[in-house]
């Protein structure tokens, strides 16, 4: 096999200082290498069993292929995909990437059997659950994997409730594909209540191998970061904030040893952002009418990416967060993180269609699906906002790191924000408050 690194796959100006390879701060231009926005003939691949995906979004709405009850047999296998017009594997589970949706009901003891149809150990972790530690699924710690053909079965009573999710444990597998919704529906009648439930499961592929993916992360941290600062951002700055303040923004980020659009660790340069399985040019699309209460569960199953979800023109009203409910507010925008889950009831107000808009924190791409009232209507896509720097006080020191970002008029809910909210509470007020 060729050697992945080639010139024309990551030009040399990657590494260079020079300023006039790199786009310019504050201004929206993109990487010059556009990220992939796949490819739109999901028919044709479905028919040619090319898209499993396809399946699943479509028919998520019918009811199916969710899986539900207290006996659930998953196989885990290789299956053709095709997100960006050129063939892959995915790691899949009964053929489909994402996974089924599992929807259990709290209060129920189930059992899940899963085949390692793979020729490497496999497992599966549910994220988020209350269960026996040998229940877990991460291999070495709570058990020791599932060998290659053998059946392992979790057992565990369902004692929580709310939307969630599982991914392999094992190596790589969980950006190759392995990842599903878990939807735990509440043992009495569900507080939140709505007339149509969908999930949105964002995540990241890419056609590279994860491992060749993370050789060079280790070889450097911001190898896919397209948008290093540059001389020009520094003049900039000299003219912005003076001389010494410029130098000084400088070293503060060198002596962290770490860059200010470092957002993502790894960007649109290789990843495909897909919904439900599909990449931004198919458009997943949840069919709704006009004033009916529409739940959509927005899962991150990406391996590394963070996104800031919206659907222009329409609010959204956050009624969950990591499956836990919470006092509804009503947001523009939310930002999501690797693994979080929010729950949001939104409502067409007419017969248009509007865009999901998930793009990633470092503007790199995005995914995109459409809430419509007939399938096929499209509604325009937004420009991707203009990438920001990091600073300290985002950067996660301190009680306000993530509030939101500065210049925006929007209202949003920064991912983490959720967190500390409680249905009730004193923290309420003070955790929402970038929310009005
Ligand atoms: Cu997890």
Request: charged share 20%.
């Amino acid at each position: 096999m060729k050697d992945p690194l080639e010139p024309d796959d990551f030009p040399a100006s990657r590494f260079a200082t020079n300023a006039s390879h790199l786009p310019t701060h504050g201004n929206v231009s993109l990487p010059r290498r556009r990220f992939v926005q796949g490819v739109a003939t999901g028919g044709l691949l479905a028919a040619a069993g090319l898209w499993p995906a396809l399946a699943w979004g479509q028919e998520q709405a019918g009811g199916m292929p969710v899986l539900r009850g207290t006996d659930i047999r998953l196989k885990i296998g290789l299956t053709p995909v095709n997100f960006t017009g050129a063939a892959r594997q995915a790691t899949a589970v009964n053929g489909l990437v994402p996974a089924p949706i599992l929807r259990l009901k709290e209060g129920e003891t189930v059992a899940i059997h899963v085949t390692n149809q793979l020729a490497q150990p496999s497992s599966i972790h549910w994220h988020g659950i209350l269960l026996p530690f040998d229940m877990d699924g991460v291999p070495g710690l709570a058990f020791p994997g599932i060998a290659p053909g053998e059946t392992f079965t979790y057992r565990f009573k369902v004692q929580q409730s709310g939307t969630y999710w599982y991914h392999s444990h094992s190596r790589f597998q969980e950006q190759t594909g392995l990842i599903g919704p878990l939807i735990l529906d509440p043992a009495g009648t569900d507080p939140i209540q709505a007339d149509r439930d969908y999930v949105v499961m964002l995540s990241d592929w890419s056609d590279r191998e994860p491992e060749w993916i993370f050789r060079r992360l280790k070889q450097s941290s911001d190898f896919f970061n397209y948008q290093m600062p540059t001389v020009g951002d520094l003049v900039q700055d000299i003219r912005t904030m003076g001389w010494a303040q410029a130098i000084d923004k400088r070293k503060m980020w060198d002596a962290m040893r770490m860059n200010p659009t470092d957002l993502g660790d790894v960007s649109g340069a290789t990843y495909t952002y897909l919904a439900n399985g599909m990449p931004p040019a198919a458009n997943w699309t949840a069919i709704a009418h006009p004033g009916e209460k529409v739940r959509l569960r927005v899962i991150n199953g990406s391996a590394t990416t963070i996104f800031d979800v919206r659907i222009p023109g329409l609010k959204m009203t956050v009624v969950s967060a990591d499956g836990q409910d919470v006092e509804p507010v009503t947001v523009d925008e939310f930002r999501i993180s690797v693994a979080e889950t929010y729950d949001v009831i939104v409502q067409l107000p007419d017969e248009r269609a509007y865009t999901i808009f998930a793009q990633s924190i470092d503007r790199s791409g995005y995914a995109r699906a459409t809430l419509a009232p007939r399938a096929g209507m499209a509604a325009p896509v937004p420009r991707m906002d203009p990438k920001t720097w990091l600073s300290h006080g985002r950067y996660g020191h301190g009680r306000h790191a993530r509030h939101g970002r500065h210049g925006r008029s929007r209202h949003v809910l920064p991912a983490r924000q959720a967190r500390g909210v409680a249905t009730r509470g004193a923290r309420t007020r003070h955790v929402w408050h970038a929310a009005r």
